[in-house]
């Protein structure tokens, strides 16, 4: 069966994907789910860049170092090679729509979509905010990385450890 690729996607990629990418990267390995995994902004100003430092410290906090992680800009290309682009508010989703290309086989949702009660919903830009704004940013990362482990796990059924046919 095809393996699940899941992409986050900002505007920056410095704040808001890298957490989501490391809150669903934790949980792909406790639940064993087969994922490759990867984010990136919409805008190009932090191509090559670390995450925030912010991010960086409230990823820390939780246990997980996100300082090699590196910025990079969305491409049309990603509509093909990932299964799910996954976008973090309401902007990114629009301006993902516009970069979408023909024959993209990507299925692009918000990360709240996957959280019930909250589909629709962005995830609140922390940038100009302090570490109580990334650790709301977490939560919501950590939140979204349940719900769309639920999801892929309910279309793809692809836990390591689970059977197989035969
Ligand atoms: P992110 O946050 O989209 O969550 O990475 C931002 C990072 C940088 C900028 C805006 C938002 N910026 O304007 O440079």
């Not at 090559?48 to 910025?71: E, F, M, N, T, W």
């Not at 301006?95 to 299925?107: F, I, K, M, S, V």
Request: contains cysteine; charged residues 25%.
């Amino acid at each position: 069966m095809k393996r699940a690729a899941v992409l986050f996607v900002c505007l920056g990629n410095i704040c808001r994907s890298p957490l989501a990418e490391a809150a669903f990267r934790r949980e792909a390995q406790r639940r064993g789910l087969e994922v490759e995994i990867d984010s990136a902004g919409t805008g190009s100003w932090h191509v090559g860049h670390p995450p925030d430092r912010r991010a960086q410290a409230v990823a820390l906090r939780h246990g997980i170092d996100i300082s090699g992680y590196r910025g990079r800009q969305a491409t049309p290309d990603d509509f093909r090679r990932f299964t799910h682009i996954v976008a973090l508010d309401r902007a990114n989703l629009a301006d993902l729509q516009g970069l979408r290309p023909a024959d993209a086989t990507a299925e692009l949702l918000l990360l709240l979509d996957a959280v019930e009660g909250r589909q629709g919903k962005s995830v609140a830009d922390p940038y100009y905010g302090d570490d109580a704004d990334f650790d709301l940013t977490w939560a919501d990362a950590v939140a979204g990385a349940k719900g769309l482990a639920d999801l892929i796990e309910g279309q793809f059924q692809s836990r390591s450890s689970g059977r197989s046919p035969g």
